[in-house]
């Protein structure tokens, strides 16, 4: 049987929010889409979520419900945009906004107020899907991994998903193993933040920047030191350790190295930090698929390429999935799983103590 589904997806980059019309049958198939920019208000209030300060539980309650009411406007709007009625879809899969993410001391918040969604928009909404994970001891990060096997595993390659977002993640593809995965680290995070506070540009366009720049292999090696480079999976990251503070932190000894130059090592350090990781956990593979925001960065694309000169390299839409909704497709694929009962979890990804079903329900 087919059912319609809507994935919501609103990243660590903070740019906007990804609406997805998916029909489920035999595997996800993406029908629509819709997207809605990110309001500046909303964006710094959401980034200064991300860290401790005055009052931040109700200002925390206050952005949820503008969070909530943009993204009902725009699943109204793709159902509108495509002559259909909220009857005609059977969940709502809300990734929600993540402001914390520390599985370490046991939570990873995400905002989004559920009850709102299914009210404002007459949908039963499936969400909160990494609390289930981390409760039995995993890291509730990353999450695609289960749905990338299910989308892209033919049995003919040894392949790789890398998810290109404000952080990067793998999935690790082979017909003979459970999909594997991990955070790599920082994506466009650090990329953004640097651009943004020195050009006033809210990204790097195709890493123009950072390809005018030459990277300074001191403060590679400097940023490369830091502890989670040399973990090895499982392992999550997020906003409370890659930052614009920890970034000036290890700038301090390089004051005169040029602007450009550090585009240019935040750039190589976000390709390192994915080859090594790649190399280092599946050696052997034949193809690597790009998706998320980083497929569009041509520098980045190309240094990937260079990189991994055994590997195919190429964005997910080499097998008719665009990257830019592959992650919306994934929270509309998920909130199938929790409806339908299975296990949406990966223990070799997460670490969790075995296969669980992920997602809080709110009936419309």
Known sequence: ????????????????????????????????????????????????????????????????????????EGVLALLKDNNMVAGQIRAIGSHGQTIRHEPARGFSIQIGNPALLAELTEITV?????????????????????????????????????????????????????????DCGPGNVLLDAWIQSRRKLPFDRNGEWAASGQVSEALLNALLSDPFFNARGPKSTGREVFNLTWLHQHLRPFASL??????????????LSITQSLQAAQSSTTELLVCGGGAHNLT??????????????????????????VEAMAFA??????????PANRPTVTGARGLRVLGAIYPA
């Open 1 to 72: 049987m087919a059912f319609f589904y809507i994935g919501v997806m609103s990243g660590t980059s903070l740019d906007g929010f990804d609406i997805a019309l998916v029909k489920q049958d035999d595997r996800p198939r993406l029908l629509a889409t819709h997207y809605i920019p990110m309001p500046q208000d909303l964006h710094v209030e959401l980034l200064d979520l991300c860290a401790s300060g005055h009052d931040e539980l109700a200002r925390a309650a206050i952005a949820e419900q503008k969070w909530v009411r943009l993204v009902a």
């Open 258 to 271: 040029p602007e450009q130059d550090v585009q240019a090592t935040l750039l190589e350090l976000t390709a």
């Open 126 to 182: 499936v969400t909160d899907f990494r609390r289930r994970d981390v409760a039995a001891g995993g890291q509730g990060a990353p999450l695609v991994p289960a749905f990338h096997e299910a989308l892209f595993d033919d049995n003919k390659d040894r392949r790789a998903v890398l998810n290109v977002g404000g952080f990067t993640n793998l999935s690790l593809i082979e017909s003979d193993r459970p999909v594997s995965g991990f």
């Open 333 to 342: 694929w998920l909130a199938h799983c929790c409806l339908e009962g299975v």
């Open 300 to 325: 980045l694309m190309n240094r990937l390429a260079a990189l991994l000169p055994g590997t195919r390299v190429s964005s997910t839409a080499k097998f008719g999935v665009d990257p830019d909704w």
